[in-house]
């Protein structure tokens, strides 16, 4: 009798591990298989930089974005590119599928030559540059009109 009962514990210990191995492997099959539907979905999103604004003297950067599918995707980070060096911005955008959205930063110093725009999707991301903006607020250059003008009134 005593060898039923640690024949039966025996049978009923292996069928523990059996199932603990299972339960954990359709868990780890079930868990690849979601981490895998946001690379599906970042596939196929595309987002490009639409136009922006640039304040001098509020030290605004004002953007519009245009996210060109249907995927909704979420802004993460702003990089600026000084000749020296780089500055990030933390964003936290939800940018909608097919839409355009626009976003403000404010503190971005003067003097960046470029920028780049990350989102939750790795290979997604825009990119501008410093010429793209329309620049406003005080600094001291004058057009090329005004200095002609100010050569012919000498």
Do not use: H
Not at 57 to 82: D, P
Request: with cysteine; proline share 2%.
């Amino acid at each position: 009798m005593n060898q039923a009962y640690l024949l039966m514990a025996t049978v009923m210990a292996i069928a523990g591990i059996f199932t603990l191995w299972g339960s954990t492997l359709i868990n780890n099959r079930l868990g690849g298989a979601e981490n895998a539907t946001p690379v599906i979905t970042c596939q196929s999103a595309v987002f490009k930089f639409y136009s922006g604004k640039y304040d001098r003297g509020t030290k605004n950067l004002y953007m519009v974005l245009e996210n060109q599918r249907s995927i909704e995707l979420r802004l993460n980070k702003l990089y600026l590119f000084y000749p020296k060096n780089m500055v990030s911005f933390e964003l936290n955008n939800t940018l909608e599928g097919n839409i355009l959205k626009s976003i403000n930063v404010n503190g971005v110093e003067d003097g960046f030559s470029s920028g780049t725009l990350k989102t939750n999707c790795p290979d997604v991301s825009a990119d501008f540059s410093y010429s793209q903006l329309m620049v406003s607020g005080k600094i001291q250059r004058l057009s090329i009109l005004e200095n002609l003008g100010n050569l012919l009134r000498r």
